[in-house]
């Protein structure tokens, strides 16, 4: 009989597949940020200007705002959901040391300054609570060596984690800095390059966290079916080593 499906398998497609929705939005955001400097210097420059390209860039605008914020809205539930379930799929797939209960990973978002830290602590301690553990399994045998606690504590964290929560905290800190529009031409040429850079910042973060996803889940799901058993899958997390029979 196939062991059970790992928790976490289906959620990570999911959110990844709202990432990567994510990312096209804001590479049509970019364009649209960059039309709205072109209209604006075409003003600066008094090269004449019709109404229906003034409506078009204030539509365009709209749409792209709802847009955004609908799939950025979507994305973020995902993304806690993910945080509980890799949580829960940890412990279940046999991890140690883990100090953040589930729910507790989930919520870090919602508690003020704590979030600041908290969502990075949590995936870290998923990582480090699902390092590979010396296991050799065929369909006759299965034989384990676990980690000691001292042993999880040499345990690297994840240079990927850290780059995806250092890019998420500039992220936010440019989306408040540049969150304003001037009223002048110039002022608004100004704040859309700001903009750019925010988006061009996001599109990076996105793609990182897409990565991290990738890699924290299949790690996850390597202990699991280590765990519940069945022949070990082909490992695809960075750094996991197997040792077959």
Request: charged share 20%; aromatic share 8%; with cysteine.
């Amino acid at each position: 009989m196939a062991p059970p499906r790992c928790p976490v398998s289906r959620i990570s497609k999911i959110v990844s597949t709202l990432l990567v929705l994510f990312l096209g939005v804001t590479v049509y955001s970019l364009v649209g940020h960059w039309l709205e400097i072109e209209l604006a210097r075409d003003l600066v420059d008094q090269t004449p200007v019709t109404l229906d390209r003034i409506l078009d860039s204030m539509e365009r605008n709209r749409l792209t705002r709802l847009v955004r914020l609908g799939t950025w809205f979507l994305t973020c539930v995902g993304f806690v959901i993910l945080m509980y379930r890799i949580g829960r799929s940890a412990r279940e797939a046999g991890a140690h040391g883990m100090r953040m209960s589930p729910g507790m990973a989930a919520g870090t978002f919602f508690i003020p300054v704590y979030n600041f830290v908290g969502p990075y602590l949590a995936m870290q301690d998923a990582w480090r609570g699902t390092a590979p553990t010396a296991i050799v399994r065929n369909d006759e045998s299965k034989e384990s060596a676990d980690y000691s606690e001292e042993d999880l504590q040499r345990t690297s964290p994840s240079n990927l984690i850290r780059l995806w929560w250092l890019l998420w905290i500039v992220s936010r800190t440019t989306a408040v800095v540049t969150n304003s529009v001037g009223d002048t031409p110039q002022a608004i040429i100004e704040a859309h390059q700001f903009q750019m850079v925010s988006n061009g910042i996001d599109l990076v973060l996105t793609v990182v966290t897409v990565l991290m996803i990738q890699a924290v889940s299949s790690r996850i799901e390597q202990k699991w079916w280590n765990e519940h058993g069945g022949r070990i899958p082909r490992a695809r997390a960075s750094g996991v080593e197997v040792n077959h029979a």
